[in-house]
């Protein structure tokens, strides 16, 4: 089907809940998409910074095939061999000590919730279940991720919201300390704000929040959805802040495309969930499992390394370009903000981005670029030669 096919079906079938550029996308390789008309696109979004590994990782496709070949699905009452291997591949990288896997950001980010609230109800019981979160934060699109997530904008429409939550102001420890109070169990960030804007936390501000959490025993639970699995180039972004979290969540970048999430819990948190009080049908899947392992093998610490180099190289590039609507750029490894200057809104120029055939995102007021973690020196140069004549 072309493309004003798809779109008609799609507007007459699917809920209209999100604004689409207008492209039919058909097929990928590395970071190179193709739409359903042939044209080319080089992809600076990775879908939302999901394909981590890129299009048609030949890798990643074996895992997928071999394992919907053997055993597609088998629910949590069962032991299968992918998800166990993927909990000690990553608490091994990591340092925590053990998994849960679930499906998607928001679901991780309300099992980490959970157990925050669990851990103090067991140890302290009632009253003690507030979780402090930072404004500009994103947590998803639960009810209670929605109440967790520090912008007027997300509090909107779908009352009652869950209770418990505070938000102070990022990099600011004082506005943490004036919102703290008895009955806090827990301290939730990101340590690059992602949808807020692509704003990196200071070190020094994270460390000491972690030492408060530590003389006040809250848990400090860090949200790596977009962060996590080697985006800022660091298998974990926490691993590159000096500290380490009581809890971790992760999803986006995870299987490398099919819907995965979880998080690892540290030696203290690693039996508060107990047969029954948390659980989820798909998490674990086999097929999602075996992705994910295959994405483990392809960060590799060198491959790592280079997340970094590429992130500085195309900050630089950029910032070289000296385009008028652009400003500074800001960000951690293939985590990057770009500012947006003058007359035009950041959607007006990612409009105009991926019209001349390169995919970027917009994050608070301005452009948000996070590439497959395997993109391509020629990749990189071919996407700034289309900024450059697209922008000027
Ligand atoms: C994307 C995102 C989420 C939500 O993930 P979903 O898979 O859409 O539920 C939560 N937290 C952060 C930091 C994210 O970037």
Not at 193 to 204: H, R, S, T
Not at 287 to 309: C, G, M, N, S
């Amino acid at each position: 089907m072309n493309f004003e096919e798809l779109q008609t079906l799609d507007r007459q079938y699917v809920m209209q809940t999100y604004g689409r550029f207008p492209v039919a996308a058909d097929h990928g390789k590395g970071a190179t998409v193709w739409d359903v008309a042939g044209k080319e696109y080089i992809d600076f979004a990775s879908g939302i910074g999901v394909n981590s590994v890129g299009y048609g990782n030949e890798a990643w496709q074996a895992a997928i095939n071999g394992q919907a070949a053997k055993l597609g699905h088998i629910s949590n009452l069962f032991y299968s061999e992918p998800y166990i291997l993927l909990a000690q591949r990553l608490c091994q990288r990591s340092g925590m000590s053990n998994a849960f896997f679930a499906n998607g950001g928001g679901e991780a980010n309300e099992g980490m919730i959970k157990l925050a609230r669990k851990w103090s109800f067991d140890k302290y019981g009632k009253g003690r279940g507030t979780v402090i979160t930072l404004n500009r934060s994103f947590h998803g699109r639960t009810i209670t991720t929605l109440a967790a997530t520090g912008q007027e904008v997300f509090h909107n429409y779908f009352f009652p919201f869950t209770e418990g939550f505070r938000y102070a102001d990022a990099n600011d420890l004082s506005s943490l300390e004036e919102v703290a109070g008895h009955d806090v169990c827990a301290v939730m960030m990101e340590l690059v704000q992602g949808e807020g804007g692509v704003l990196p936390l200071d070190a020094e501000y994270v460390q000491k929040v972690a030492k408060l959490c530590a003389e006040r025993d809250w848990l400090l639970l860090i949200d790596e959805v977009q962060t996590g699995i080697g985006r800022t180039g660091a298998l974990f972004a926490f691993q590159q802040y000096g500290i380490q979290p009581d809890v971790v969540s992760f999803a986006k970048g995870i299987a490398g495309g099919l819907p995965m999430s979880g998080i690892l819990a540290n030696e203290k948190c690693r039996d508060v969930f107990t047969p029954g009080t948390h659980a989820t049908t798909f998490g674990g899947n086999p097929v999602a499992a075996a992705a994910a392992l295959a994405v483990q093998d392809i960060l590799t610490d060198e491959l790592l390394e280079q997340v970094k180099e590429k992130g500085a190289y195309l900050r630089a590039a950029i910032e070289g370009l000296d385009l008028p609507c652009l400003g500074a750029t800001r960000g951690l490894g293939l985590m990057i903000g770009v500012e947006v200057k003058g007359e035009r809104t950041n959607a007006q120029l990612a409009a105009r981005l991926v019209e001349a055939g390169l995919l970027v995102l917009t994050a608070g007021p301005d452009l948000r670029l996070l590439p497959p973690l395997v993109i391509t020196r020629e990749e990189m140069d071919k996407g700034l030669a289309i900024m450059k004549a697209a922008l000027s």
